[in-house]
Nanobody, 126 residues
């Protein structure tokens, strides 16, 4: 059963902010590398960032560094993606995913390496 649920998407003007959440079981948040991905219409799914509870801080794609922040709410078993200074190019369906802990130091950008996915939440920047 899929146990990752994204929320928080919506429509925003360029320059604005949105905060996405990924609710999952404690197993995911404590045992897995968690990834945020996005997919625009007609484009391949691309990595936004990743997080591992025992890592040295989140990884970020170059396109979002300095604008997006990944954090974990341990009490709620939730992963957050705070998105600031949004650009039209940030438009897409945003997904969270869970995979092997080793992804954090390696192939965290590769969607096929992740085992479980949420259903996604739409972000539209105009």
């Amino acid at each position: 059963d899929v146990q990752l649920v994204e929320s928080g998407g919506g429509s925003v003007k360029a320059g604005g902010s949105l905060s996405l959440s990924c609710a999952g079981s404690r197993f995911y948040l404590t045992k897995c590398t968690m990834g945020w991905f996005r997919q625009a219409p007609g484009k391949q799914r691309e990595a936004v960032g990743s997080f591992y509870i025992y890592g040295q801080g989140p990884n970020y794609a170059d396109s979002v560094k300095g604008r997006f922040t990944i954090s974990q709410d341990k009490a709620k078993d939730t992963l957050h993606l705070q998105m600031n200074s949004l650009e039209v190019e940030d438009t897409g369906m945003y997904f969270c995913a869970a995979g092997n802990p080793s992804l954090y130091h390696g192939s965290w950008k590769v969607p096929a390496e992740y085992d479980d996915w949420g259903q996604g939440t739409q972000v539209t920047v105009s």
